[in-house]
């Protein structure tokens, strides 16, 4: 599987499927993975990146994304 690098300050063209009209997402978690992506990175200037977030253990990484939506909404 390729990797693809998501640029801070680009604008992306989410599409709702894909080639040949197949679905875009196999299963929910490919689905939630998309969406937490999209999240992640609609803030400016974020270290580190996702995949490294989604390494460090549950308590941990769920109060830095919730810092982070804190910081998006002011």
């Not at 679905?23 to 995949?51: C, H, Q």
Request: proline share 3%; no cysteine.
């Amino acid at each position: 599987m390729s990797k693809t690098i998501l640029a801070n300050d680009e604008i992306y063209h989410v599409f709702n499927r894909g080639v040949e009209k197949r679905p875009v997402f196999i299963d929910k978690r490919e689905y939630n993975r998309a969406l937490l992506t999209l999240d992640f990175y609609r803030y400016f200037g974020i270290s580190p990146a996702l995949s490294q977030v989604l390494k460090i253990e549950k308590e941990k990484r769920d109060f830095f994304l919730a810092q982070l939506k804190l910081k998006g909404d002011m």
